[in-house]
């Protein structure tokens, strides 16, 4: 297991190393995340990255609720996936710290993980909420819709969703 789990991670470091150099100025910005963080050797860095991307696929398809139900579930559905990929990275760093891990420490590290997968986009989703509920004018409220259109886009670029993709696949390999 620990082989496999250690096969994935340098698999998805190495085809990351190849998605970050095919970037310049003309890919999607965002001011909330950049580029270059989803594949960022530092957990954290990428799994933040992720938390953005969950929470504004999540404030999209909360904003998209009541108008258009079909897209506010694939909005949903992305945000799902995104966390299924911080879920997948937290649990493919901790098992690779431990030479032989036996079944509790292995479902411990994987509902910890699962925690953080649920959690670390909370905090985003809701000081997204803030910027866009305390917008003081149409004029900020619009700018605000802007800057979340344009992290959305970041999020749905192929680079990205390729990386969660691989992400997702794994989370179907990994055992339970």
């Known amino acids: 297991m620990k082989i ?5 991670l340098l698999t998805i470091t190495l ?6 150099d095919g970037f310049d100025e003309a890919s999607p910005q965002s001011k ?13 860095v990428q799994s933040n990255a ?12 909360k904003i998209h609720k009541e108008s258009d139900p079909a897209y506010s579930t694939h909005f949903n559905n992305l945000g799902n996936g ?5 879920y997948v ?16 420490t292995y479902r411990a590290i994987a509902k910890n993980s699962f925690q953080k997968s649920e959690y670390l986009p909370i905090g985003h989703f809701d000081y997204l909420n803030a910027l866009l509920s305390t917008a003081p004018n149409e004029e900020e409220l ?3 819709l802007t ?15 390729d990386l969660i993709q691989k992400y997702i696949n794994i989370s179907r390999e990994a055992p339970r």
């Open 4 to 8: 496999l789990l250690t096969t994935l």
């Open 15 to 20: 085809s990351s190393t190849v998605f970050s």
């Open 32 to 44: 909330h995340v950049k580029i270059a963080d989803f594949f960022n050797s530092d957990i954290h």
């Open 50 to 61: 992720l938390s953005i991307c969950a929470a504004s696929f999540n404030m999209y398809s």
């Open 82 to 86: 995104a966390e299924t990929a911080i």
């Open 89 to 104: 990275i937290w649990l493919m760093h901790k098992v690779s710290l431990i030479e032989n891990i036996d079944v509790a």
């Open 142 to 144: 619009t700018k605000e």
């Open 147 to 161: 800057d979340l259109q344009e992290t959305i886009k970041l999020c749905v670029s192929k680079p990205i969703k």
